[in-house]
């Protein structure tokens, strides 16, 4: 069966599809191929943190990131090892991104806000909400490096 165009099923199979097809054409950042950016242009070198809210074992770490945009194609790729080092999915012209994570297919948002030209922050839960509970958010943020 195909998912319905609303679905969050169609959203899924729509970002990897996207995917798929940003790696096997070579979304690479803005090169003389690609497209034009759809949203905030977030093409190049970023540095920031990655951190776990809500966890009472909180952790933060100092990363630096790449992003590749090929319109609404975006690859994210951080000095992380593991979960968050490579993200891709769409960016969307109000600055809304969803990727997906390569090791896990854990989907990654912009929680708190749209992405801006010089701010990215996505968010993923570390585990499935459950109704009354808090759950903790592991967090990229991300500034232009200077």
């Given at each position: 069966?195909?998912?319905?165009?609303?679905?969050?099923?169609?959203?899924?199979?729509?970002?990897?599809?996207?995917?798929?097809?940003?790696?096997?054409?070579?979304?690479?950042?803005?090169?003389?191929?690609?497209?034009?950016?759809?949203?905030?242009?977030?093409?190049?070198?970023?540095?920031?943190?990655?951190?776990?809210?809500?966890?009472?074992?909180?952790?933060?770490?100092?990363?630096?990131?790449?992003i590749s945009q090929d319109?609404?194609?975006?690859?994210?790729?951080?000095?992380?090892?593991?979960?968050?080092?490579?993200?891709?999915?769409?960016?969307?012209?109000?600055?809304?991104?969803?990727?997906?994570?390569?090791?896990?297919?854990?989907?990654?948002?912009?929680?708190?806000?749209?992405?801006?030209?010089?701010?990215?922050?996505?968010?993923?839960?570390?585990?499935?909400?459950?109704?009354?509970?808090?759950?903790?958010?592991?967090?990229?943020?991300?500034?232009?490096?200077?």
């Amino acid at each position: 069966m195909i998912p319905m165009r609303s679905s969050p099923s169609f959203n899924i199979l729509r970002v990897l599809l996207l995917t798929v097809a940003a790696i096997t054409l070579g979304c690479d950042g803005g090169g003389s191929d690609s497209a034009p950016p759809i949203g905030p242009d977030i093409r190049g070198s970023w540095s920031g943190r990655y951190y776990v809210r809500g966890a009472s074992d909180a952790r933060e770490q100092a990363i630096t990131a790449t992003i590749s945009q090929d319109g609404d194609a975006i690859i994210l790729k951080t000095s992380l090892i593991g979960v968050g080092a490579n993200l891709t999915g769409t960016l969307s012209p109000d600055g809304e991104m969803t990727l997906i994570d390569a090791l896990d297919a854990e989907i990654w948002t912009t929680f708190f806000q749209p992405v801006s030209a010089s701010f990215v922050q996505v968010a993923d839960f570390t585990a499935v909400p459950q109704p009354g509970e808090s759950t903790p958010l592991q967090i990229i943020e991300l500034s232009r490096a200077q």
